[in-house]
């Protein structure tokens, strides 16, 4: 116990965003390290946590992996935005749908963040799937940053299949999505 650092501080992040784009699996890379086997759809809510240790300085990172269905949603929502930290606007690159629902997300946000100005991410997953045979039907990573700089986010393009910009063990980061550029 005497090894562990001193200071602990937790940061509580929500991951919001359609159906299908891969939040389940992107927070169980990023905190377990690898793409999960099988996945159950998302039923309200979903904890994992990620320790990282920053300058000497423990960090927990809370991952609240949210679900989109109305009936649970209407009820829980507030419990999702409050003492919130981070939240992660996730779309697929290959589904523009997931891409144009974001303002609904955002307006979601919104409503519930009590005029705070909290840190925003936009994520664009499946960047696995992106390559030139099917560039058509995409959204463009210009699309995406023209997005994130209208709403004041950070975009990034992960893949929540490969180990690239993700997970505690990162092997190769950035080579992935290197190739695709
Ligand atoms: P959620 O509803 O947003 O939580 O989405 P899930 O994490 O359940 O993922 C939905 C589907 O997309 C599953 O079949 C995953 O295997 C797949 N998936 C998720 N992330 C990726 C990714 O980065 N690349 C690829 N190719 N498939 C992914
Ligand atoms: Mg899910």
């Known amino acids: ?33 690898e793409f999960p086997r099988r996945v159950e759809a998302t039923i309200g809510v979903d904890f994992r946590e990620r320790l990282l240790d920053v300058e000497g300085e423990r960090i927990k990172l809370q991952m609240w992996d949210t679900a989109g269905q109305e009936r649970f949603r209407k009820s829980m929502v507030q419990h999702y935005y409050r003492n919130v930290h981070a939240v992660l606007f996730v779309y697929d690159v290959t589904c523009p749908a997931s891409f144009r629902s974001l303002p609904a997300w955002v307006e979601e946000c919104r409503q519930n963040s009590l005029g705070l100005d909290i840190p925003r991410f936009l994520v664009g997953n499946k ?3 992106r390559g030139p045979v099917r560039a058509e039907g995409q959204v463009s990573r210009e699309q995406a940053l023209k997005f994130a700089e209208a709403h004041g986010m950070t975009l990034f393009e992960t893949s929540a299949k490969s180990p690239a910009n993700s997970g505690p063990k990162r092997r190769g980061a950035g080579e992935r999505e290197a190739a695709f550029q």
């Open 1 to 33: 116990v005497s090894s562990l650092p001193a200071r602990c501080r937790t940061f509580k992040i929500i991951v919001i965003g359609d159906s299908a784009v891969g939040k389940t699996c992107l927070t169980h890379r990023l905190c377990a390290g």
């Open 127 to 129: 960047s696995d799937l």
